[in-house]
């Protein structure tokens, strides 16, 4: 064994998962390690305080344990899937094995790094989500909530261990169906093998259910398999019962499992990594096939501007067997989410079953599932269009042609996943027949509008590949956007609601203008976008934006909350906002500090004469506005924290030092940090305009303190760039803060 | 009137490197253009520039009268261009993706029929006409390339690296394909970094370097003193 090939080949593995991210990416580890501990104390913390000292009541222990069992199920296969997936997916990995397996490196030790680079990426990842999804129950047991964690992180390494390695060891079977210039073929085997989970799973669930209920702890022959191992582990771990095998037994089982896997692996490194290649074969296409003539007859219906570039694509997709073992996953998730949630399947003697609240989940369902087979297709999109793209951009109005053909493509795509969807629907009794064809036109609606969102955010934030970072990160924003209006009928039948046509026509327009949106974002990224780093101008501003916002949520809104505890258990406002507005321009300052040019805020006195003309501005309008505010109906509340510390009997002193504390933190973020990032990509005057319109954002309490925010801002934000000194920006706001609070007090 | 590319002071950006520096052209109608240059001197951001996929950062160019900042459309419309990597749909069949092509220049089916019959006779392609591409070889791949870039019937052909990965006799029909489309209202220009090339199927050459354009003018005033090309170009790209 030869540690520096195993480091060689970890590193090549981890670098390419995370090639878009190489500035950052030897901290990688790291920083998801740290953000995990924070977000899982967090929601730890949270949970604690929501539950307060009530007690929860113990669930009856066989459906718990089979709900547990199917958690387990799907936290081994996941982690098996994934380094199978990231083979499969990755275009240059079959390169880098060729080149691998020419040199002297032994094979045990290309094993043993692709296996490193697999636990470094996924382990972590996997035992966070689990750990996350168990969250809820923990407190119940013997232990305290904290050894509980600790004891189901271990428990979950060690079962999501096995699927790592029995992924990473199947992976040289996926490779040699690659090598044998298949590599549709190796895609569609694995979406095939996910789908076979997928709906195994559901009977998998009924069948543990009866034994637990009939045997009273005793598992036979399914408690040797390593997730219900696991199983019996985490629910003794949470409750101190005991189902199937005892805890220890358990563990050692699960060790033997991962050994013997291990050593199968090295003992047979030699031979899974010697797999011989063949001749791919020749095909002929027969131009008068019939299904040539069904395909150019269904597209008649599109208009004749983008209907060859259309059949060209969809004879594209239809013959690559990977496309179409697409649709199998699709179908597989609609099965599971169906039958697992609806009146005929789990739920089937529940009495809260209405029409409308049927409707609303089979609806659900279809939509997460199209969901899955869309941002698959999507995700896909660089990989199969890239050689192609500089002939589309060359071409006159090419890349609104290409991205509408590809729309339309990607429904013709979803139309057979629907028919058999709605057979289904109709010959399992599932939905009513009157029913369905309003459920079809409402899901064919929702499609589109999914369709058209993911194209969007993948065309704004393109990837090389697709199983890298920047697609995980594409998919959590599309799957955020799909979950939220896909759940808001869902929602409304929940609260009551019934389907009118007002509501239905009022989220249908929504959908619409927010399709349209990304689409011609979309397509202008896309003309515009640089071909060699799939970046553009507009989608560089996007993302910007984006980030800004995600920085300034979580550190005016994370932050505090991570000392939230303070709060609750001295009870003392002032100590907890003293330290949170502290770390708050720490991290500021750390921020700015990181940044390439490490530009550290400017403390001069540059035209400080001048500062009583911009004070009086910001006076006049506040007055303007508070002469105003006798219109409205509420009283005028100049700043959220102020009311706050009012209300909170801080005294005069307090108040005065946590604004001042405020208002550096505020400067040095909003006038400091976003305008000096923002001048990478806008203009002067656009950066202030930006700066200001967050800064107002974090003003939401009020309309017209919103105006004055956003009028405070500009002006704040052109001192800022006239005299290039924050020193000015913090002395006319603190000034003018100290002003208002004075004479609120003054009020009192 | 016969000057048909104009450039003035193109510079293109890539953040903060410099791609190409105050490009200056001018190439009259009817020549036969060698861009040469050693890798990564820009002769492909200069060719997709030209052909309307990439905006430059600043500067003016001028194609057969239309505008690269205005008329962008109308530049893509008469220009054509072989990337340097293969752009195929591996999965369509040679004919499907000229008509593919063909519909993406608003040329109807009959028109593209007539064209692609001509066409392929040429290249020798028309026994391939429904065979899948992932199954055809290197160099007829970069004929159906070919092939789809002549499609619509360029004014300005772009070609970059057309010779690359063809076999003797390959390079023959499209070297012979080249002299063939040579008209008095057309222009090629081919972006090469192999000087045999030039010499045979060139009467004009830019040389390039590092962004900028160290040379322009016929290939006899590029020999100058030297005895060949190649002592001529290492010289010139030696020196800057």
Not at chain 2, 154 to 165: M, S, T, V, W, Y
């Amino acid at each position: 064994m030869k540690t520096s090939h195993i480091i060689a080949f970890f590193k090549s593995e981890f670098y390419t998962t995370t090639v878009r991210f190489r500035t950052y990416r030897k901290r990688i580890p790291i920083l998801f390690l740290i953000g995990i501990i924070i977000f899982g104390y967090l929601i730890r913390e949270i949970y604690e305080l929501l539950r307060g000292d009530r007690e929860i009541p113990v669930p009856p222990i066989s459906i718990f344990f089979s709900l547990i069992s199917i958690f387990s199920y799907f936290t081994l296969f996941a982690p098996m899937l994934s380094p199978l997936g990231r083979i499969v997916y990755d275009g240059s990995a079959k390169a880098r094995r060729e080149v691998a397996l020419n040199s002297p490196v032994e094979e045990q030790n290309i094993l043993i790094g692709n296996l490193l680079s697999n636990l470094t990426f996924f382990l972590p990842f996997f035992v966070f989500l689990g750990t996350l999804i168990l969250s809820p129950f923990i407190g119940n047991g013997n232990y305290s909530p904290f050894i509980t964690s600790l004891f189901l992180c271990g428990i979950l390494v060690l079962l999501i261990l096995i699927g790592l390695l029995l992924g990473t060891l199947i992976s040289p079977f996926i490779f040699y169906i690659i090598s044998k210039q298949r590599n549709d073929v190796a895609r569609a085997l694995l979406i095939i093998i996910i789908s076979l989970m997928m709906v195994l799973a559901i009977p998998l669930l009924h069948y543990i259910t009866n034994v637990v209920e009939k045997s009273s702890g005793n598992l036979g022959i399914l408690s040797f398999l390593p997730f219900t191992l696991s199983t019996s582990l985490i629910v003794f771990v949470l409750y101190g019962v005991e189902v199937g095998f005892s805890p220890l037994i358990c563990i050692l089982l699960l060790f033997t499992y991962n050994l013997i896997i291990l050593i199968l692996g090295m003992k047979f490194a030699k031979k899974l990594y010697q797999l011989s290649d063949d001749i791919p074969q020749k095909n002929l296409i027969n131009q008068s096939s019939k299904f040539n003539w069904l395909l150019s007859n269904i597209t008649k219906v599109i208009p004749k501007y983008y209907r060859t570039t259309t059949l060209s694509l969809l004879k594209y997709s239809t013959r690559n067997i990977e496309h179409i073992s697409r649709l199998t996953i699709g179908l597989a998730v609609a099965v599971f989410m169906i039958f697992t949630f609806s009146a005929q399947g789990l739920f089937r003697d529940s009495s809260f079953f209405s029409g409308d609240l049927e409707l609303a989940v089979v609806f659900f369902g279809i939509t997460i599932s199209s969901a899955s087979v869309i941002f698959i297709e999507v995700s896909s999109f660089t990989i199969q269009h890239r050689d192609i793209f500089t002939l589309i951009k060359s071409s006159p109005n090419g890349s609104k042609r290409f991205i509408i053909s590809k729309i339309f493509q990607l429904i013709f795509f979803l139309i057979p996943l629907l028919i058999l969807l709605f057979l289904g629907l109709f010959f399992f009794k599932i939905m009513e027949l009157n029913v369905i064809p309003s459920l079809l036109i409402f899901v064919l609606i929702f499609m589109l509008f999914q369709i058209c969102i993911s194209l969007g955010i993948y065309l704004i934030n393109p990837s090389d590949n697709e199983e890298d970072l920047t697609n995980f990160i594409n998919v959590m924003v599309f799957y955020l956007i799909s979950f939220f209006f896909s759940s808001i009928p869902l929602s409304w039948v929940i609260t009551g609601n019934s389907f009118t046509f007002l509501s239905i026509t009022i989220w249908i327009g929504i959908l619409t203008l927010i399709a349209y949106f990304f689409i011609i974002i979309g397509i202008n990224s896309f003309d515009q976008m640089d071909l060699e780093t799939l970046e553009s101008p507009i989608s560089k501003k996007i993302k910007f934006v984006v980030f800004i916002l995600i920085m300034q949520l979580s550190l005016w809104n994370i932050v505090p909350l991570l000392y939230i505890t303070i709060l609750l258990k001295t009870n003392n406002l002032f100590y907890y906002l003293f330290i949170c507005y502290t770390s708050i321009i720490v991290l500021n300052l750390y921020f700015i500090k990181i940044r390439k040019d490490k530009n550290l805020p400017n403390i001069n006195f540059n035209g400080v004469k001048q500062l009583p003309m911009y004070l009086i501005a910001l006076l006049a309008m506040a007055f303007v506005l508070i002469s105003l505010s006798n219109l409205f109906p509420f009283n005028f509340n100049y700043e959220g924290i102020s009311t706050v510390l009012i209300l909170f009997n801080l005294d005069f002193n307090e108040t005065v030092i946590l604004i001042f504390l405020i208002v550096i933190a505020e400067e040095l973020f909003f006038r400091w940090y976003i305008i000096s990032l923002s001048l990478e990509y806008f203009t002067q005057r656009q950066s202030i305009l930006l700066s200001a319109m967050l800064f107002s954002l974090f003003h939401l309490n009020h309309p017209l303190s919103i105006i004055n925010a956003l009028f405070a801002g500009i002006l704040l934000g052109h001192v800022r760039l006239k005299y290039n000194s924050l020193f000015n920006c913090i002395l006319i706001h603190f000034i003018y803060n100290l002003l208002i609070i004075y004479g609120i007090y003054s009020v009192i | 009137m016969n000057t048909g590319l104009e450039t003035r002071g193109i510079k293109k950006y890539f953040s903060d490197i410099v791609a190409l520096d105050d490009i200056n052209l001018k190439l009259d109608k009817g020549a036969i253009v060698g861009l040469l240059g050693p890798n990564g001197a820009g002769k492909s951001t200069l060719v997709r520039l030209l052909s309307g996929v990439m905006r430059p950062t600043s500067g003016e160019a001028y194609i057969y009268g239309y505008d690269l900042q205005k008329n962008i459309d109308d530049i893509k419309r008469i220009t054509g261009l072989l990337p340097e990597e293969h752009a195929l749909y591996e999965k369509l069949s040679v004919y499907e993706y000229i008509e593919f092509i063909g519909t993406l220049y608003d040329l109807d089916r009959t028109l593209i029929e007539i064209k692609f019959a001509t066409l392929s006779e040429v290249l020798n392609l028309n026994l391939l006409r429904d065979r899948l591409i992932e199954t055809l070889s290197k160099g007829q791949k970069q004929k159906v390339a070919i092939l789809s870039a002549l499609i619509h019937d360029p004014k300005i052909l772009f070609l970059d690296e057309p010779l690359a990965n063809l076999d003797i006799r390959a390079q023959k029909i499209v070297r012979d394909l080249i002299k063939k489309f040579k008209d008095e209202s057309k222009i090629i220009m081919i972006a090469t970094h192999l000087l045999s090339n030039i010499e045979t199927i060139c009467d004009y050459l830019v040389v390039i370097n590092r962004g900028i354009i160290v040379f322009q003018g016929t290939i006899e005033a590029f020999k100058g003193s030297f005895e060949n090309l190649e002592d001529a170009y290492l010289n010139m790209v030696d020196l800057v």
